[in-house]
């Protein structure tokens, strides 16, 4: 019989971040921005004001408040929060979750919205432990269909050639690990540490070898010395779980939790009583100088989605003494808040509206759309001419810049079959009349409503 198997939880959050996979980060100077860099386009004050919040949550100054970004469909405020994480690092977590997701999840809303905050929690510690650790040689990412979506590939493996001066090593790696490279942006010429037992990956930095020879901006990647000795030792390694983490291990069974490294994410409840012991045995770490506390960030997207409970939840979960800062994102203006008949800004209660930054994003001008066009067609390996390119940025301009971006793909695929290595205009034309954008359709369905009242 065929064994029945949930997609793992890295492959859904691997499908999340595809459409935004060109942002590498805010793409500031200083906490200017500049007008692209770092995959991102315009949106200027936005990324400024994003910045100055990166900043404040690198130096630990705001955890427990909110950030709202509010502004109309399409115009980067899920991009804005990817670029974010992105600049918070690898130590700082982050955890994007849809609002409607609370309402789908297989627990309580208050549970699932615990765990939410406590994988927003990073605890980083220091410990002694048998590692691999080398510059990166070789790397190769083995791919295949989406377990559900075949149309999607998804990494299912890696083998990963490490050196030190004086010996080299190759390993063989499953489906989380390759997932975890990808996410840490491993490549060749990264120095890395593999902790032996689980898999758990720990970029430090770039060969000198390797930033000279592939002349890397070095005031933007860490340079470090490719370590001595055997590929595999015994020595300290640094690395950050969550509280969630923790909990999940501790929750599982007595075993010492110090050296237990989780295995897959369970979805199941966890008791108050684990969360305590876990709260108490962190903070003990933390008094030994054996691990710091790193709050980071939970994203939450389409929040206009979250009832009211779950707001007054959030509210208090604000307060408490170790809480991540929560990032909302709406596209909503004055709607009615989910389980009450009042209508608010934002469709978010007055009191936790109070007690936020709120940043607005603004829609693009034709040049930007036709530069974030520019970015996403390399990102997708997407060729296509200049004509082609200005005439999606006119519909991107006259209907959305998520319509224009989405025509792409089906150009792409069009243009293929015409056996043409480009996009053209007229393969534009083409699937634009296939696919209707939203104003297009609803007139349709419209006047179809009308015939059928005559
Ligand atoms: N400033 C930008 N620079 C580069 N790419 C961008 C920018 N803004 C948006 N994009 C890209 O355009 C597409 C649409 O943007 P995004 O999904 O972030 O919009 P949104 O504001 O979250 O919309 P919605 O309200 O519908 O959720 C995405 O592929 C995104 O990565
Ligand atoms: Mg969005």
């Known amino acids: 019989m065929e064994e029945i198997r949930e997609a793992p939880e890295a492959v859904r959050e691997w499908e999340r971040i595809s459409a935004h996979s060109h942002i590498t980060g805010l793409g500031l100077e200083g906490l200017k921005a500049k007008p692209v860099a770092g995959g991102m386009v315009g949106q200027v004050e936005a990324r400024e004001a994003a910045g100055i919040i990166v900043d404040m949550v690198k130096k630990g100054k705001f955890a427990g408040r909110a950030i709202l970004l509010a502004g109309p469909p399409g115009t980067g405020k899920t991009a804005l929060a990817t670029a974010i994480a992105k600049e918070l690092g690898r130590d700082v977590p982050f955890v994007p979750i849809a609002a409607s997701e609370i309402y789908s999840a297989e627990i309580k809303k208050t549970e699932f919205l615990t765990q939410a905050l406590r994988k927003a929690i990073g605890v980083r510690i220091h410990e002694m432990r048998r590692i691999y650790e080398g510059e990166v040689k070789e790397l190769s990412v083995k791919e295949q269909p989406h377990p559900y979506n075949p149309y999607v590939k998804v990494p299912t493996g890696a083998t990963i050639k490490l050196a030190t001066t004086d010996a ?215 060729e296509i001419t200049k004509d082609a390119l200005e005439y999606l940025a006119d519909i991107g301009e006259e209907s959305s810049l998520r319509y224009a971006v989405q025509l792409l793909a089906p150009a792409a695929n069009y243009a293929e079959a015409e056996g043409s290595k480009k996009i053209t205009k007229e393969h534009v034309e083409r699937v634009k009349q296939l696919f209707a954008d939203v104003k297009r359709s609803v007139t349709y369905l419209q006047e179809y409503e009308e015939k059928m009242l005559k």
């Open 168 to 382: 080299s090593q190759k390993l063989t790696m499953d489906q989380s690990f390759a997932i975890s490279l990808i996410r840490q942006g491993v490549e060749t010429g990264d120095v890395v540490q593999i902790d032996a037992d689980s898999g758990r990956i720990v970029k430090l930095g770039k060969s000198k070898e390797a930033a000279e020879r592939e002349k890397l901006d070095l005031s933007s990647v860490q340079v470090v010395d490719v370590p001595s000795g055997p590929v595999l030792k015994h020595k300290e390694f640094v690395y950050t779980l969550t509280l969630h983490n923790l909990d999940v291990a501790q929750s599982r069974a007595g075993m010492s939790m110090f050296s237990l490294l989780f295995g897959g994410e369970e979805r199941k409840e966890i008791s108050d009583e684990t969360r305590r012991s876990v709260d108490e045995a962190v903070k003990s770490w933390v008094e030994e100088g054996r691990a710091e506390i790193i709050p980071g960030v939970v994203f939450i997207d389409e929040c206009s989605m979250l009832d009211i409970e779950t707001f007054s939840f959030l509210n208090r979960a604000m307060e408490q003494e170790l809480a991540p800062i929560i990032i909302f994102a709406t596209n909503r203006g004055v709607t009615v808040v989910r389980g009450t008949d009042l209508k608010a800004p934002h469709g978010m209660p007055l009191d936790l509206l109070d007690r936020m930054l709120i940043i607005s994003t603004k829609p693009y001008s034709r040049d930007e759309i036709l530069e974030i066009l520019k970015i996403r067609a390399r990102a997708e390996k997407i």
